[in-house]
């Protein structure tokens, strides 16, 4: 015989239900009901403990201990079940609610277990309440829905990360990592990881991209208009065969400087302002100064360099935000014109022809509520259309409220970890029509590597204990105190091997 864990009281809908216990359960764990002829699939959302006697309007402590004397103790355990389906209807929700009094009892771990696919998963970890039983996520769901992993600074975010990348290889996946911290370049179980270094060739950006790099103002207009036409003379010519394409900004100084001292004309509407001319000039070097280790005049297409099986490294650690804004809207939007062209069966357009998953580590950076970048455009275009084109996306984020609402909406997948700010959880649960409530409380008393797992990809909500990643402890914070001892005991010692010197050379100490 099962343990009961509790019985319904009061009213009751088809989707939740309240029920009185003695003993205490847990939230997220899963119960069973059965009546009607059904045998209905719950979580246990809420839990609170009340007493009859000891009430809210006794002021008196001296009262309370009276009372615990003479009552002993008459604690009860009130909690709060949302139904998740009928389990002999496919997880449909019953049309009838249960009858006040139906026994509640634990879902039993042959039925969870069918629940969480073995075919084509992911798995992440283990039930908080119940850890024999596995959590695996259909993994095709996760990547044509897109997934966002949320939670505060050393919630155990890259951990889950590291995860879904094995999760991944070990279907000789193709996961392209923008790797804003340079930590994840580690050892995988089911695959190995191929940095890339971040650079690419001005012949393959588009204007929006390499004005961004010249930091040409928003405002200034005349800048503008004679970069712009720069640009566009030298990528004619490069197409024309004209000039070789690695004299790209070379060529696009030459052009300046011609209408600068009036060799050449401009052709637009010459508004003849040669300060401006030289401006644009000095920006372009500036640029070129800037950006020299990401721009490279002799590299191929960064999309070329992708390896499927593996984890693609793109190591953004040490280019600043408006380099890394531009290397993730430069890599999505020749991913997107790739597959297009894949899928469409252009011959030999294509440069890849497989699907491809792009992790974004600090996704409120690159796709910002706020502001319009251009990373930002090509993360909503792919959010709203990679699943027609076999692009995944995973958005990363310790800041949920100030990432781009639409495209986190498009994130159907949510893995959640501890997330206090009431703000940000705000955020989330608007994104979310899965997050209830009663989940959404629980976020801030989750633990380390503990998240809230929704969506498509999971047919029932499920709180998990992601798996501990084997090959490297994430964002562990620096041991200050004991850095700091390390380095006075060098110096102490340094400072001893140079008296010893002196002394030996006949001197004073
Ligand atoms: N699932 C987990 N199980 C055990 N420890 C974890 C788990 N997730 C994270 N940690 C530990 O917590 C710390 C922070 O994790 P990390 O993934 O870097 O957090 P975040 O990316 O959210 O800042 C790391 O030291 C890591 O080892
Ligand atoms: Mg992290």
Redesign the pocket.
Known sequence: MKKVIGSCIGETSPIKVSFISKEMPQVGEYVSLTYDGKNVLGMIESLVRGSVSITEDIFDPKTIQKIREIEGDDHYIRGGVRILGDLQDNLRIPRTPAPPGTEVLPASKSDLEEIFPLEKSLKL?SLISQDQVEVRVDLEKMFSRHLAIL?????????????VIDGILKYHGCVVIFDMHS?YDINYQNGSSKVIRPEINPKYMSFVEIKRLSRIDAKAYIQERYFAEAYRLVQEEIRNGDINPYDFIQSMRKILEGWSSGETKFQGQDVSKEKQIVDVINKLEDMKRRYSSIINLAAGKILTKLELGKANIIDLGSVDESAAEVIVSHVLRHALENNKKWLRKDEGQANLNYPIFFVLEEAHLLAPKTRNTEAKFWISRIAREGRKFGLGLCL?S?SPKSLDPDSLSQANNMII?RLVEPQDQRHVQSASENLSDDLLKQLPSLN???AVVLGLMTKIPALV?????KNK?????LAVIDLWKKSSQEKKELIQKQRNEIRNLGGDY
């Open positions: 970890g939670a505060m600074t050393g919630a155990g975010k890259s951990n889950t990360v590291a995860i930590e990363v310790q970890l380390i590597g503990e204990k992601i798996d501990e990643h402890e994430f964002g562990q914070d």
